[in-house]
């Protein structure tokens, strides 16, 4: 799994994966049709997200040794969310970095 080289790239992975949860969310709405609510991940993932977009953008986001705060939740719900692959990278980024001097790549 390779990291992203810049900030600009890190940023629009997090985008992608905001778009990913609004598109599974709305699958799952469509599916349902009302019969029950979105899975209870949904929600705590989504403003996980957003939070981490939103702390990107003000300048107050700072990389982490630990976990970012959506991911066990992520991890225990992975069968059912498509771009799981994609949190993990985000969460793999947040803790070790950008790969700035190509080092994820063999």
């Not at 949860?21 to 799952?28: I, P, Q």
């Not at 976990?67 to 994609?86: T, V």
Request: glycine share 6%; charged share 30%; aromatic share 8%.
């Amino acid at each position: 799994m390779t990291r992203p080289q810049t900030a600009e790239a890190y940023a629009e992975l997090v985008r992608q994966a905001l778009f990913e949860a609004e598109d599974l969310r709305a699958c799952l709405e469509r599916e349902v049709q009302g019969r029950q609510s979105a899975p209870v991940f949904l929600d705590p993932l989504q403003d996980g997200l957003k939070a981490l977009y939103e702390s990107m953008k003000d300048g107050s986001y700072g990389w982490g040794r630990e976990d970012l705060p959506f991911m066990s939740l992520a991890r225990k719900h992975a069968l059912q969310i498509p771009f799981a692959n994609l949190l993990e990278q985000i969460n793999l980024t947040h803790r070790k970095g950008l790969d700035v001097e190509g080092e994820d790549k063999w």
